[in-house]
């Protein structure tokens, strides 16, 4: 449910200033070198920066009328990829949630007539004028079917027809051939297990997400019902998504914007059942020593968050599983891990607003993982995978970022 910033007043008076929202859940500490968990905190050093600041002082003071809107405001409340570790820390102990604050004080501020700052703002055109992220036309959003094996697209059916099962690619597969691949992979891996899917094609739209951050509610409630209407319409059962981000849209954002007739799935925890089942037979071995990385879309914000207890209903397990099934596969854990993993810099569209904050947050999550020895990254999203391959290459460390599909189907029989 989406509310007003003064829905929140309650939270903003009410927050503990226990900075408990800063560092990694005491009692999951693994390394004191590593145990910041706000990136613009850590960046920047001012409580301001931090959920704390956001909420039980900047939004505080907003609702009551105490503080206006300046440039500088504005830079805070946008600079921040809204990543949920506030949320999760803050939502075990005090059932309060900062990151839904921040978003609200984004959605406010555009209300007031305020532009986002720097390249969000120009997002905010492309979203309006293109309706997608990567100013690409919607026609262009076939193009990456033409990669797929011929004998396995023969398996998908004309786009847009009706379907129990739904694959929706997002609008990553537009911004570049790695995104197409990425689509390419998804779709391979369900063809190869024989699942019966369907695609949308030209007929996909963007899931709002890009909107939604960047405060512009209007025009994500548009995307949310034209979405639920066509999916209804086509008599989808399952929506099966691959871009975290559109995930933790769809499960956590869309409710109370119109009645979904069909339930959302992350690709992963289908392919971990595809595995079990037998219907996907990694043989073929990779001697590669690696980390996960968990994008923060599904963990931290892949559901509402239950507080008080250690599952948040994040998809964390699972990718785990599909890399123990892969043979010769390692896997290092990380300093920071699942509910407490480091952001990779990407989120609330950072590499969009403010690349450099974006890239230092990625720099950091790798060397994470290069003071736990190992060579590669493995993750799931398009965002992530894209911030931190090029942090990974100026760094110069010769540390890799792999897409956990795309191993899966190197190691497929």
């Known amino acids: 449910m989406i509310k007003d910033l003064k829905d929140y007043r309650r939270w903003a008076w009410n927050c503990f200033r226990d900075s408990m929202c800063k560092h990694v859940f005491s009692w999951h500490l693994r390394n004191a070198a590593f145990d910041d968990i706000c990136p613009p905190l850590a960046r920047y050093k001012y409580d301001c920066y931090s959920g704390q600041g956001k909420m039980g002082d900047l939004a505080r003071a907003l609702i009551e009328g105490e503080m206006d809107w300046t440039p500088k405001l504005l830079e805070v409340i946008y600079n921040d990829p809204v990543c949920g570790a506030c949320s999760y820390n803050c939502g075990r102990i005090t059932e309060m949630q900062p990151a839904d604050v921040i978003q609200a004080m984004r959605a406010d501020a555009l209300r007031q007539g305020h532009r986002p700052p720097g390249g969000f703002g120009e997002l905010l055109t492309v979203m309006r004028q293109y309706m997608n992220p990567y100013r690409k036309a919607d026609s262009q959003r076939n193009d990456w079917i033409k990669g797929i094996d011929p004998g396995l697209a023969r398996g998908l059916p004309a786009a847009g027809t009706a379907t129990k099962t739904l694959l929706y690619t997002g609008c990553f597969p537009l911004r570049d051939a790695a995104g197409e691949k990425m689509a390419q992979d998804a779709a391979s891996v369900l063809l190869r297990a024989g699942l019966d899917v369907g695609i949308l094609g030209d007929r996909e739209r963007c899931c709002g997400n890009p909107s939604l951050r960047l405060g512009d509610v209007d025009s994500f409630v548009a995307f949310a019902r034209e979405n639920i209407k066509q999916f209804n319409a086509m008599g989808v059962e399952t929506l099966v998504t691959v871009c975290p981000f559109c995930y933790s849209t769809f499960v956590r954002d869309y409710a109370g914007v119109a009645a979904m007739n069909f339930?959302?799935?992350?690709?992963?925890?289908?392919?971990?059942?595809?595995?079990?089942?037998?219907?996907?037979?990694?043989?073929?071995?990779?001697?590669?020593?690696?980390?996960?990385?968990?994008?923060?879309?599904?963990?931290?914000?892949?559901?509402?968050?239950?507080?008080?207890?250690?599952?948040?209903?994040?998809?964390?397990?699972?990718?785990?599983?599909?890399?123990?099934?892969?043979?010769?596969?390692?896997?290092?854990?990380?300093?920071?891990?699942?509910?407490?993993?480091?952001?990779?810099?990407?989120?609330?569209?950072?590499?969009?607003?403010?690349?450099?904050?974006?890239?230092w947050t990625a720099s950091e999550r790798c060397r994470e993982a290069e003071a736990v020895g190992v060579g590669a990254i493995v993750t799931y999203c398009p965002h992530c995978e894209e911030n931190l391959t090029e942090a990974a290459s100026k760094r110069r460390s010769g540390l890799k970022v792999h897409d956990l599909l795309s191993l899966l189907l190197q190691s497929v029989q």
């Open 263 to 359: 339930r959302v799935v992350h690709i992963l925890p289908l392919v971990l059942d595809l595995l079990r089942q037998g219907r996907l037979k990694p043989v073929r071995p990779l001697d590669m020593t690696v980390t996960w990385h968990d994008p923060c879309h599904l963990v931290r914000l892949g559901g509402a968050g239950v507080s008080g207890t250690d599952d948040f209903q994040g998809i964390y397990k699972e990718p785990r599983e599909i890399v123990g099934a892969i043979p010769g596969m390692k896997l290092v854990e990380m300093y920071r891990i699942k509910h407490d993993a480091w952001c990779c810099g990407a989120g609330s569209w950072q590499r969009n607003g403010d690349p450099e904050m974006a890239l």
